[in-house]
T-cell receptor, first 114, second 112 residues
């Protein structure tokens, strides 16, 4: 595997389910990000991890819970979601303190909440 | 605080015509600037980036962008549009820290 991978690519869940999104980066980076992309809205930064510590949480509801067990893996745990949480969830990684702050994105998980 | 404004949420061009996507930024320090492209049901892919070297930056797929400090702009161009250029394009800015601020995106459609 190369770059940033995300699983699953598609997920349909009910409002009472618990599920997790997984992201893995194979680039040796030290920062990882979760973004939410909804139709007709700008990209929303949800969480930032640098050196495995959460450094930013942009007022995201507690029904979204991130986990970063090591510098290569990032999870987003989901529970009791709402239909308005349906969106494309993108993971990205970068080398914090690197030359340009360029972020590398995964293909995303398309989440549908029924 | 850094921010990006993309002028025009939708651009339609004929195949073979010039593609011009506009991006203006605000940043308190010399920025890094990026253009990303997103094809349907995919993640964002880097087209090109400005990191304070040459002001005219060439990217993939024939795209280029020019950094103009006096105009705080970083417009993206391609001389001749191809059907495969139909996608959504995002401008982004980064300054001192590692985060990126994205514009709202511009959707490009290409007419045959």
């Amino acid at each position: 595997e190369t770059g940033v991978t995300q699983t699953p690519r598609h997920l349909v869940m009910g409002m009472t389910n618990k599920k997790s999104l997984k992201c893995e980066q194979h680039l040796g980076h030290n920062a990882m990000y979760w973004y939410k992309q909804s139709a007709k809205k700008p990209l929303e930064l949800m969480f930032v991890y640098s050196l495995e510590e959460r450094v930013e949480n942009n007022s995201v509801p507690s029904r979204f819970s991130p986990e970063c067990p090591n510098s290569s893996h990032l999870f987003l745990h989901l529970h009791t979601l709402q239909p308005e949480d349906s969106a494309l969830y993108l993971c990205a990684s970068s080398q914090a303190g690197g030359a340009s702050n360029e972020q590398f994105f995964g293909p995303g998980t398309r989440l549908t909440v029924l | 605080a850094q921010s990006v404004t993309q002028l025009g949420s939708h651009v339609s061009v004929s195949e073979g015509a010039l593609v011009l996507l506009r991006c203006n930024y605000s940043s308190s320090v010399p920025p890094y600037l990026f253009w990303y492209v997103q094809y349907p049901n995919q993640g964002l892919q880097l087209l090109l980036k400005y990191t304070s070297a040459a002001t005219l930056v060439k990217g993939i797929n024939g795209f280029e962008a020019e950094f103009k400090k006096s105009e705080t702009s970083f417009h993206l161009t391609k001389p001749s549009a191809h059907m495969s250029d139909a996608a959504e394009y995002f401008c982004a800015v980064s300054d001192d820290d590692y985060k990126l601020s994205f514009g709202a995106g511009t959707t490009v459609t290409v007419r045959a």
